[in-house]
């Protein structure tokens, strides 16, 4: 099993700057690729940024890109979203996933991430 706690979440104006951070453990970090995702209420959870074993491929939404940058220590068993420009419509739950599977256009979906963490709320007032 892996455990994966999130961090860093809080409440920012707009156009403001979050980092949250992704601790890891009981697995080997490096040996999965990992995303962020976001669920607001009422809303289904969706994707925000993946990133491979390595750190050197990623994927973004349309809607953050350009804003936001994954990022990941494998020597620290950490991932990192930095967000920045924030909007209101940022606002949500925040969840931090792995996935054992190969890289590819599939991360961008829930179904190959087998851990997640139990979240972190980012809220955003305009």
């Known amino acids: 099993q892996m455990q994966l706690v999130e961090s860093g979440g809080g409440l920012v104006q707009a156009g403001g700057s979050l980092r949250l951070s992704c601790a890891a453990s009981?697995?080997?970090?490096?040996?999965?690729?990992m995303g962020w995702f976001r669920q607001a209420p009422g809303k289904e959870r969706e994707f925000v940024a993946a990133?491979?074993?390595?750190?050197?491929?990623?994927y973004y939404a349309d809607s953050v890109k350009g804003r936001f940058a994954i990022s990941r220590d494998n020597g620290k068993n950490t991932g990192y979203l930095q967000m920045n420009s924030l909007k209101p419509e940022d606002t949500a739950v925040y969840y931090c996933a792995a996935t054992i599977r190969p890289f590819t256009i599939v991360v961008r979906t829930i179904d190959p991430y087998a851990y997640w963490g139990q979240g972190t709320q980012v809220t955003v007032s305009s």
């Open positions: 990133i491979s074993r390595g750190g050197g491929s990623t």
């Open positions: 009981g697995r080997t970090f490096g040996s999965y690729a």
